[in-house]
């Protein structure tokens, strides 16, 4: 069993990578992809039963993950490259012309580990439902996982989804919302009040859980807590609280890293913050 | 020529219907998906006897297309039901991203299609999904013309492994394909051999073209007629054969003039069989309430608006 220690290591080298890779071509989303690294790490290389070695599309008697928020692709590629989906060494064609790391993660070119494109926001939860019931009439008992930005909750379709998943008792589901409370325009409380959400998913029939996303040992408590939740009837959700851009001081809890990447002397001193764990790419 | 076995009249809606019950026997695989519409889009029978693999979405037809793609990872066929414009223009994005984007096996089977929805009106009969479904790059699209060819479509796309368009329509119609004729997509069916005017139809504008072909012959114009019902990807080499022997071309279907059948036809004879053209489809224009008939009457879409535009050729 791998300790908190162990991912906290594995973390801090995504976080390394991700700050790289956007200041590398001067492009990208560090905000997200720094505050959901510590669930990314404990979700792939903790929880979830994957096979790296042998990818399928399919991915019949393994966990599935789905990022709905395309947009932090940098801790998803990092991610799935130290997991061993691909060389580390191809995160240096992140956004460059004819990766397999686009912009936005997408199954057009084959990068193990993706199972549908997303950018374009509110669609993952509605693939993620219909992949959980492709495993009950498999009769396949592993799980299906998903990440959520806040703000992408302001999306219809999410409610659709939301609705869907509990009307079909799809209970083989782990829904997990970033609650990062910031949107590109600013918090999501002045550009769109998503009020309770607790209280939403359970008036929408979901099991609700909360945790810290930034703390390995509230973290894997929760998800623990989730996957026994699993197979009562109700579909499982996670509200993840975070810190956008965690790791980095200076990008730390404001909106204004969303979507902008660090100059030379910005990224010196993101990497002095972040200690190189497994060696750079 | 131009005489054919007529089945009893049927709306193509229930061709899908039939050849989806007939996919649950066959195809353990195949999913059916339906946004509240199972009596219209006729998969009762689908439902009643694969209940286990039906799933009621309610009106949520953009959930409908995401649930879909996931769906197939795992390895199942799903086809989704509901009306052409909720099929497409709701959810263009949807499909854009979660299927075509993706490579998905979806099937998005969509009914009431045109104006022949009827007396609904304009806020139902999209005349704009052919463009906007072609335009997806590896989307396969298909318009059957009556029931037998309908119910044959719908079981080939199963085997077909990509995102599929399968566009359908409300009214019943002269059933007059073969009863057990093979479907091959991207197959046009040469319906009449002729010289001196080229008319390629789709939908259930063929059955117009037929009439519209047996009076121009009877008149002494010979009729080289086409039946395409797989727009993409579209039997050139169909097109360019017919347009070299007549360099006289009429395009024929319920859709928008722009985007649709007559527009993909002239690039390919613009380009390889230079002709002079006619097209027959709606002109820039939204549809209306009325019964399809006359709906179709007033927006030239019958066989005396195709005479008429054979004999604007000859004249040329």
Known sequence: MISNEELSRIASQVRRDIVRMVHAVNSGHPGGSLGCTDFFVSLYFKHMQVNPDNWQMDGVNEDLFFLSNGHISPVFYSTLAHRGFFPVAELATFRKLNTRLQGHPTTHDNLPGIRVASGSLGQGLSVAAGAAQAKKLNGDKRLVFTLHGDGELQEGQIWEAAMYCAHHKIDNLIATVDVNGQQIDGPTEVVMSLGNLRAKFEAFGWVVNECDGNDMNSLNACIETAKGQTGNGKPVLILMKTAMGKGVDFMEGTHKWHGVAPNDEQLASALAQLEETLGDY | ?316
């Open chain 2, 1 to 316: 020529m131009l005489e054919f076995e007529l089945s009893p009249a049927n709306d193509t809606r229930s061709g899908f219907g039939a050849g989806l019950h007939e996919l649950g026997k066959t195809n353990p695989k195949v999913t059916a998906l339906c946004a509240d519409l199972i009596g219209s889009l006729k998969m009762d029978a689908f439902k009643k006897d694969f209940p286990e693999r039906f799933f009621q979405v309610g009106i949520a037809e953009a959930n409908m297309m995401g649930v879909a793609a996931g769906m197939t990872i795992g390895g199942y066929i799903p086809f989704t039901g509901t009306f052409a414009n909720f099929s497409t223009g709701r959810v263009y994005d949807q499909i854009r991203q979660s299927i075509a984007y993706s490579g998905k096996n979806v099937k998005i089977c969509a009914s009431h299609a045109g104006l022949t929805l009827g007396e609904d009106g304009a806020t139902h009969q999209i005349l704009e999904d052919i463009g906007m479904m072609s335009m997806l790059p590896h989307m396969t699209v298909i318009n059957p013309c009556d029931y037998n060819q309908t119910k044959a479509a719908t079981i080939a796309i199963a085997d077909h492994h990509g995102p599929v368009y399968l566009r359908f329509g409300r009214p019943k119609v002269t059933n007059f394909t073969p009863v057990d004729q093979t479907f091959e997509i991207g197959k046009a069916w040469h319906i009449h051999e002729g010289n001196d005017v080229t008319i390629i139809a789709t939908g259930h504008l063929v059955w117009e073209a037929v009439e519209a072909a047996r009076e121009l012959e009877a008149e002494g114009i010979s009729v080289d007629l086409i039946n395409i019902h797989t727009i993409k990807p579209l039997d050139e080499e169909a097109i360019i054969r017919s347009a070299t022997k007549t360099g006289k071309v009429i395009t024929c279907e319920e859709h928008m003039i722009t985007g649709g059948l007559g527009s993909m036809v002239a690039q390919v004879v613009a380009k390889h069989a230079p002709s002079v053209m006619e097209f027959i489809g709606v002109n820039d224009s939204f549809g209306e309430s009325g019964t399809p008939d006359q709906l179709m009457e007033k927006y030239g879409l019958k066989a005396v608006n195709i005479v008429a535009a054979a004999k604007r050729l000859m004249e040329d």
